[in-house]
């Protein structure tokens, strides 16, 4: 593995809070001993993932295979089904810890999801850049995010909800759209804090979640 990529590598730890809203978890959050502050103003994030004909992203997260890598594509804006400015990443999971290759996609910008066509340019596209497989694009997540980082800067934190998807079913002519009330809580820093993280969780939770987006709305 290379140096950078070695420089790139960073936890992802998660909470799901079922029976709650967002701004318990963040008054959780604020209070903690990180003494979280919000970071920008809060947007929607959308994201198409991508799987092959086998499904293999789901089956190796099933599994809990532990060298994997996830493919989506993300914008943002309230507008959840028209692209603006898409990024193409790559997420790429080693054990616990994971990275990420991005890459700009203008030229997809403004296409329709709701539109045939517009989906199997958005399939082209990322095969042409993927090669390695033949990719479909899946499903479609929606939700509203909160960004915190820590008064030392070293931890960033993040809360999502108002969780909302579509599974694809044949390129949208028979969408199913799906909803949870879920509030996941996220926190992201370098793997040189994980002993800092755990330590401080009191006000929180010590107990860390298991969760995919993509997993829990492709499946029924």
């Given at each position: 593995?290379?140096?950078?990529?070695?420089?790139?590598?960073?936890?992802?730890?998660?909470?799901?809070?079922?029976?709650?809203?967002?701004?318990?978890?963040?008054?959780?959050?604020?209070?903690?001993?990180?003494?979280?502050?919000?970071?920008?103003?809060?947007?929607?994030?959308?994201?198409?993932?991508?799987?092959?004909?086998?499904?293999?992203?789901?089956i190796e997260n099933?599994d809990g295979i532990?060298?994997?890598?996830?493919f989506r594509l993300?914008?943002?804006?309230?507008?959840?089904?028209?692209?603006?400015?898409?990024?193409?990443?790559?997420?790429?999971?080693?054990?616990?810890?994971?990275?990420?290759?991005?890459?700009?996609?203008?030229?997809?910008?403004?296409?329709?999801?709701?539109?045939?066509?517009?989906?199997?340019?958005?399939?082209?596209?990322?095969?042409?850049?993927?090669?390695?497989?033949?990719?479909?694009?899946?499903?479609?997540?929606?939700?509203?995010?909160?960004?915190?980082?820590?008064?030392?800067?070293?931890?960033?934190?993040?809360?999502?909800?108002?969780?909302?998807?579509?599974?694809?079913?044949?390129?949208?002519?028979?969408?199913?759209?799906?909803?949870?009330?879920?509030?996941?809580?996220?926190?992201?820093?370098?793997?040189?804090?994980?002993?800092?993280?755990?330590?401080?969780?009191?006000?929180?939770?010590?107990?860390?979640?298991?969760?995919?987006?993509?997993?829990?709305?492709?499946?029924?």
């Amino acid at each position: 593995m290379s140096k950078n990529i070695q420089n790139d590598l960073r936890y992802e730890r998660k909470w799901i809070f079922k029976n709650s809203n967002y701004h318990d978890i963040l008054n959780k959050a604020l209070q903690s001993k990180f003494l979280f502050n919000l970071q920008h103003p809060k947007r929607w994030i959308n994201s198409i993932y991508f799987d092959d004909i086998n499904n293999t992203s789901v089956i190796e997260n099933l599994d809990g295979i532990s060298n994997r890598s996830k493919f989506r594509l993300r914008w943002y804006g309230e507008n959840n089904f028209i692209l603006k400015n898409p990024k193409l990443e790559i997420k790429i999971k080693k054990n616990f810890l994971s990275y990420k290759k991005i890459f700009s996609l203008k030229n997809l910008d403004k296409l329709n999801l709701k539109k045939t066509n517009h989906v199997k340019l958005i399939n082209n596209e990322i095969n042409n850049i993927i090669k390695k497989k033949l990719l479909f694009s899946k499903i479609t997540t929606h939700y509203e995010r909160l960004y915190l980082i820590s008064c030392n800067k070293k931890i960033r934190a993040t809360i999502d909800y108002n969780l909302n998807g579509t599974n694809f079913n044949c390129y949208f002519r028979n969408p199913i759209f799906k909803t949870t009330e879920d509030i996941i809580l996220e926190f992201k820093y370098k793997r040189e804090f994980d002993n800092y993280v755990r330590s401080n969780l009191q006000k929180i939770s010590s107990r860390f979640s298991k969760n995919s987006k993509y997993i829990n709305f492709a499946l029924d």
